[in-house]
């Protein structure tokens, strides 16, 4: 039973132009949620967090929105750069649990 | 970036065979994590420890052990490999195993094993 999910796999935008990720989450006690960023040939590295007593977190370029009542939370990149091509995961944590619960992933493509 | 290391990065083994793989971490964190990346699944905790000798089991455990004498060192062995664990291995490093926007899990930079 995949806890959080990410539905596209993939994502194309042109540079300059706004990435949206999306991530789903059944558990209603998930109350931490991650964005990473994986490059090829490269360990995950940590992008940005929200806490579920929060809607919204920005750090520069990105951006977090949380929506509790539907369990989804986005990603938002503006403007997206060629460098923001990447292997972008959800994670979540919480509840009776401290340990990371990963989505699928979804490949971004940010095209020049 | 945090001081996580791999070793092995690469290894082809044959089915039935032994394999350890090591992580070290220069942070002295308290936390370390094992991961296995599938195409389909995302990052999957296989075994993580909260301090020497002190580990626990995570959604994949089976087919693996770990250890940790040292707060430095996190062991991952597969006892005898199968196909099935063919896969890129990540460990990662936490200070206090909670989370914020300041303390997180850290990755290292993987091990590709393909088990023939």
């Known amino acids: 039973d995949q806890q959080v999910k990410q539905n596209s796999p993939s994502l194309s935008v042109q540079e300059g132009r706004i990435s949206i990720l999306n991530c789903d989450y059944t558990n209603s006690m998930f109350d931490y949620f991650l964005w990473y960023k994986k490059y090829p040939a490269e360990g995950p590295t940590f992008l940005i967090s929200i806490s579920s007593i929060k809607d919204k977190n920005e750090d520069g370029r990105f951006t977090v929105f949380l929506n509790k009542s539907a369990k989804h939370l986005s990603l938002h990149i503006v403007p997206s750069q060629p460098g923001d091509s990447a292997v972008y995961f959800c994670?979540?944590?919480?509840?009776?649990?401290?340990?990371?619960?990963f989505g699928t992933g979804t490949l971004l493509a940010v095209q020049p | 970036d945090a001081g996580i290391t791999q070793s092995p990065r690469h290894k082809v083994t044959e089915t039935g065979t032994p394999v350890t793989l090591r992580c070290h971490q220069t942070?002295?964190?308290?936390?370390m994590y094992w991961y296995r990346q599938d195409p389909g699944h995302g990052l999957r905790l296989i075994h993580y420890s909260y301090g020497v000798k002190d580990t626990d089991k995570g959604e994949v455990s089976d087919g693996y052990s770990v250890s940790r004498s040292k707060t430095e060192d996190f062991l991952l062995t597969l006892e005898s490999a199968t196909s099935s664990q063919t896969s890129v291995y990540f460990c990662?490093?936490?200070?206090?195993?909670?989370?914020?926007?300041?303390?997180?899990?850290?990755f290292g930079p993987g091990t590709r094993l393909t088990v023939l």
């Open positions: 994670a979540a944590t919480g509840g009776a649990t401290n340990k990371l619960i």
């Open positions: 942070e002295n964190h308290r936390y």
């Open positions: 990662a490093i936490s200070g206090t195993g909670g989370y914020s926007s300041t303390d997180t899990q850290y």
